[in-house]
């Protein structure tokens, strides 16, 4: 079944797509940014920091990419 992007249930497809774009986009960004944060929080993990920011920087890279799908709404490609 092919949708199409110009009409409503095309649309409304766009707008929740994009809505869950975002919040798996800020969700994923601010555990990047709670693991790169986390020892002056006051929390401690039980893996080495190098590993800790790795996963951090992976973390903030991947929520900023989903936000990025999210703002440009590009999900019709032929």
Known sequence: MRIDPEDS???NYIRRR????YGR????LGF????ALADRLGFEF?????LRYALAGLFI???AFRIYLGYKKNYFSE
Do not use: P, R
């Open 61 to 63: 890279i991947y929520g």
């Open 18 to 21: 994009s809505l869950m774009d």
């Open 46 to 50: 039980t893996i080495a920091s190098s």
């Open 9 to 11: 249930k095309g649309k």
């Open 25 to 28: 986009g800020v969700i994923i």
């Open 32 to 35: 990047g940014v709670f693991l």
